[in-house]
């Protein structure tokens, strides 16, 4: 792509230092954003989806902190640090204030969905009190034209009745409702990104492609990016464009989504895919992951998926793979951090095969770990 992206990540580094150890829940992760597409971030529960997410905006809380990289926003710096004299990191010149995130960012430009609705909606004003409230807040209307906006907005999202529905608390909406409530919410302050924190996974199938449909419909009336959270293949073969799969913290891939499920790169995205639930495969054909995924305050040597991928050599073990362009589609980069591709150079083919079956219960072998790029980087 040639043009500027929308977002621009770069290294992002967030942690959290707790008790036990630093746990570094999201380790330099990279990725792009441009205008109109929805961007997936997939990955199993604890891979760090939610706090990449919280950190674009800066949200995230004691004892974490996001520690390096560089966020941008349409040209604005939502992070960036720089190094001091005697080699600390500070934040950059240039990065908008706690109070720019807040009143120019949040809301009005990037807009969050989250799982729960009853996190974000409260449960002693109507909704559409609140949608009507939010909306005085953040436009320029008030009153009855903030009203008239709060029921068009109802109408969009497919509430039935809306004009009726208005005067109702959020307890008597259903789930899938609650949550078309939160898009409209979203969507309210005409943001040019709305990040989705898996807001489907508690619906059930059906509705959950409803809302899918609906955010596939938006999305090409208003011209809205999505980045959008999920576990879940199908939801991400549903709705993305495009698409970053992470473990342990970082994007071990990273293509457009038809790319992603035909030419595969990495071996945990074939396993994502292998572990969805198909049509044409009873559940008796699903082969979940195998092993755990294991904890972000200790991971494994070189590539972090090592001791759970059938194809793991000596070398992986060793040597942690970057992601790393092996394919180009039409302008979009697919990258893959697996030595298997042969932009790598490391002697994967000559590495003796890791029997991690027969490993069994054996801690994975912690060593040194080198950093190996392709060799045209
Ligand atoms: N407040 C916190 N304190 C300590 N560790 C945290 C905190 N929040 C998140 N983590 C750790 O950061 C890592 C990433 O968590 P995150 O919630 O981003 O995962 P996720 O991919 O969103 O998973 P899920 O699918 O379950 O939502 C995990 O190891 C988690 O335990
Ligand atoms: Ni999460």
Redesign the pocket.
């Known amino acids: 792509m040639s043009s500027e992206p929308l977002l621009r990540v770069e290294n992002l580094k967030t942690q ?1 230092f ?1 008790e036990s150890g630093t ?1 570094r ?2 380790d330099g992760i990279s990725f792009e954003v441009y205008e109109g597409e929805i961007v997936g971030i997939v ?12 950190s674009l905006l800066r949200l995230i ?1 004691n ?2 902190e996001i520690v390096d990289g560089e966020i941008t926003y349409k040209g604005q710096t939502i992070f960036a640090v720089s190094e001091t004299a005697d080699g600390e990191l500070e934040p950059r010149a240039d990065m908008l204030s706690n109070e720019a995130v807040r009143r120019e960012i949040r809301g009005n430009e990037i807009a969050v969905i989250f ?1 729960d609705p009853m996190e974000s909606l409260n449960p002693v004003f109507t909704i559409g009190g609140q949608l009507r409230e939010f909306i005085e807040l953040n436009r320029d209307l008030e009153g009855k034209a903030a009203r008239e906006e709060a029921i068009d907005m109802l109408r969009e999202v497919g509430i039935p009745d809306a004009e009726e529905r208005y005067d109702e608390y959020p307890h008597q909406f259903s789930g899938g409702m609650r949550q078309r409530v939160l898009i409209a919410m979203a969507l309210a302050c005409q943001p040019s990104l709305i990040i989705a ?2 807001p489907t996974t508690a619906l059930d199938v059906t509705v959950e492609g409803q809302i899918l449909d609906l955010v596939d419909e938006l999305q090409a009336k208003y011209g809205t990016s999505f980045i959008w ?1 999920t ?1 879940d293949m199908g939801v991400v073969a549903e709705i993305c464009d495009r698409v970053n799969v ?1 473990y342990l ?1 970082e994007i071990v891939e990273q293509a457009p989504v038809d790319e992603l499920f035909h030419e595969t790169g990495h071996p945990y995205t074939s396993a994502l895919l292998d572990s969805m639930p198909r049509p044409d495969r009873t559940v008796a054909d699903l082969d979940p992951i195998r092993g755990v995924m294991p ?3 200790d991971p494994p040597s070189g590539c972090r998926f090592h001791p759970r991928c059938p194809d793991a050599r000596e070398v992986c073990r060793r040597v942690h793979p970057e992601p790393t362009e092996i394919d180009r589609i039409d302008g979009f980069a697919h990258r893959s951090a697996c030595f298997k591709r042969d932009v790598f150079d490391v002697g994967y083919d000559e590495s003796p095969p890791i029997d991690n079956l027969a490993r069994g219960e054996r801690e994975p072998d912690r060593g040194t770990t080198e950093i190996a790029r392709g060799r045209d980087e």
Request: zero cysteines.
């Open positions: 959290f707790t746990v829940a999201v990955g199993e529960s604890g891979a760090g989806k939610s706090v990449a997410s919280m809380d004892p974490g799982q924190d898996e959270v576990h992470m913290g904890e972000a305050i």
